[in-house]
């Protein structure tokens, strides 16, 4: 399986899973910065759902690249 043409092919998809993640990323790395400043719950609240949106991108761009391939 040549995973090379894959990405090549969908690079578009990957993209935008990528810039999720690196969003995700970004906004998990300022709630941890500025921990003092907000409620822990909240601050509970939005680790997780990075959590989760990181973790169920990752999952899509492997099935993206491991599925997608139609040869």
């Known amino acids: 399986m040549d995973v090379w043409f894959v990405i090549k092919e969908r690079y578009m998809l990957l993209s ?7 969003a995700s990323l970004l906004l998990l790395i ?16 939005i680790t997780i759902i ?16 491991s599925f997608g391939y139609n040869s």
């Open 50 to 65: 990075c959590s989760v949106i990181i973790a169920l991108s990752i999952l899509a761009w492997v099935f993206a690249i």
């Open 30 to 45: 300022a709630i941890w910065k500025n921990r003092s400043d907000i409620p822990k719950s909240l601050t509970l609240i």
């Open 16 to 22: 935008i899973f990528l810039i999720i993640i690196v």
